[in-house]
T-cell receptor
Framework: GDSVTQMEGPVTLSEEAFLTINCTYT??????LFWYVQYPGEGLQLLLK?????DKGSNKGFEATYRKETTSFHLEKGSVQVSDSAVYFC??????????FGEGTQLTVNP | DAGVIQSPRHEVTEMGQEVTLRCKPI?????LFWYRQTMMRGLELLIY????????DSGMPEDRFSAKMPNASFSTLKIQPSEPRDSAVYFC????????????FGQGTRLTVV
């Protein structure tokens, strides 16, 4: 079945540091890939997505590229801010609209 | 649209009591999902509906859990009887269908069973 594996957290960075959160997946066919973000006390919200190989999703300075050859969708940001502190989830859909989520990675950014 | 609306936001109940969580999806969305989030198990899909019909309930932990969607604008998740290990945040989400359409999440119901 489908599965998503994220790098283990938590991740703690200083403000303006470079961020990478690794995500790899296993799926049948050609999945669509997503990154969701969850701020404290809130539900998940879509951060970015990519629907086919080599697509790059981007939003709020975050980027991720759909790499079919390595089955990866790593999240990056060049300079993180304190306000980026949240839990980040990698996810995919490969059949219908059912989302399969990774375990989530807690990011804390210190001033 | 106000987004996915869940109620209540917080629920504290005693073990053995019945608990009903409610969800109003975004108008026009064909899919509705119920998730449970805990520190130990992360985010788990409990059940999802398409056009008000349950498609996959394999994530429902046991017979104490049941979910209904009587119409396109309302769904409930019921736990009877509730147990302390059911304490979690329960999220409802909806999407317009097709595999590349994002799911929109409600703010969740934090359930505490004492």
């Amino acid at each position: 079945g489908d599965s998503v594996t994220q790098m283990e957290g938590p991740v703690t960075l200083s403000e303006e540091a470079f961020l990478t959160i690794n995500c790899t997946y296993t799926a049948t066919g050609y999945p669509s890939l997503f990154w969701y973000v969850q701020y404290p006390g809130e539900g998940l919200q879509l951060l970015l997505k990519a629907t086919k190989a080599d697509d790059k999703g981007s939003n709020k300075g975050f980027e991720a590229t759909y790499r079919k050859e390595t089955t990866s969708f790593h999240l990056e940001k060049g300079s993180v801010q304190v306000s980026d502190s949240a839990v980040y989830f990698c996810a995919l859909t490969s059949s219908g609209s059912r989302l399969t989520f990774g375990e989530g990675t807690q990011l804390t950014v210190n001033p | 649209d106000a987004g996915v609306i869940q109620s209540p936001r917080h629920e504290v109940t005693e073990m053995g009591q019945e608990v009903t969580l409610r969800c109003k999806p975004i108008s026009g969305h064909d899919y509705l999902f119920w998730y449970r989030q805990t520190m130990m198990r992360g985010l788990e899909l409990l059940i999802y509906f398409n056009n008000n019909v349950p498609i996959d309930d394999s994530g429902m932990p046991e017979d104490r859990f049941s979910a209904k969607m009587p119409n396109a604008s309302f769904s409930t998740l019921k736990i009877q009887p509730s147990e302390p290990r059911d304490s979690a945040v329960y999220f409802c989400a909806s999407s317009g269908g097709w595999r590349n359409t994002e799911a929109f999440f409600g703010q969740g119901t934090r359930l505490t069973v004492v």
